[in-house]
């Protein structure tokens, strides 16, 4: 059975990944869309940064985060400036990287969903009088469902399993930063296999049947007559 400890570890897991997830939605959503009709010539800029969490090393990315929420950092040094706590070694902080380091497992799905609607929908929806945002509600939004689907799912995964970002900007405070997958590496050091294992069994069996739904969902949507 889980240890108290450990449970804690597990929903504070969980909640990072929700918050995250449900910001990454908000956040993915316009960014994608604009990658995917604007014409300016330096997108690749922003495409490039944003698949950066892609190939950089976790440690690297949480180090600069830190750095950045700290108080000789930018963002730290404004939190300093108007009397408000920094955000490193908060769970604040953990979302804050969280969202950075699983934006293009968000981004991504949603502008090759957006792409792959085509120009045709939206030149009709014209023709009828739709404007841009309602184009972009009433014709984008439903015919990415499934690139919302496998967004949120991939992005909410990403998120329950990160660890050197998290280990970086948030530490291993018991019920404030100490997440699932920080525990584990912690059970591990003190030679405690079995509840290593029991960690580690759960977040295997969670991404098992996330990664199932993911596909799932595109064969029964693949199946949908156009």
Known sequence: MFSEP???????????????????????????????????????????VIALPLVLPPTVLGFYVLIA??????????????????FAFTFSGLVFGSV???????VQPLQNAFQAIGSRP????ATLGAS?????????????KPGFITATALGFAHTMGEFGVALMIGGSIPGETKVA???????VEALEYDRAHLLSLTLLA?????????????????????
């Open 122 to 125: 939206f030149e009709v929806a």
């Open 181 to 187: 997958s920080i525990a584990i590496y912690e059970h």
């Open 6 to 48: 450990d449970l804690i570890a597990l929903s504070l897991t969980l909640k990072l990944a929700l918050l995250s997830t449900f910001i990454l939605l908000i956040v993915g959503t316009p960014l994608a869309w604009w990658l995917t009709v604007s014409r300016w010539p330096l997108k690749f800029v922003v495409e490039t």
């Open 132 to 144: 841009p945002l309602d184009r972009f509600f009433s014709v984008a939004i439903p015919l990415a």
């Open 100 to 106: 950075l380091y699983s934006l293009p497992f968000v």
């Open 206 to 226: 969670f991404s098992f049947i996330v990664l199932a739904i993911v596909y799932s969902s595109r064969r029964r949507f693949s199946l949908i007559p156009s």
């Open 69 to 86: 929420l700290g108080p000789n950092g930018p963002i730290g040094g404004f939190m300093e400036l108007i009397g408000a706590r920094s």
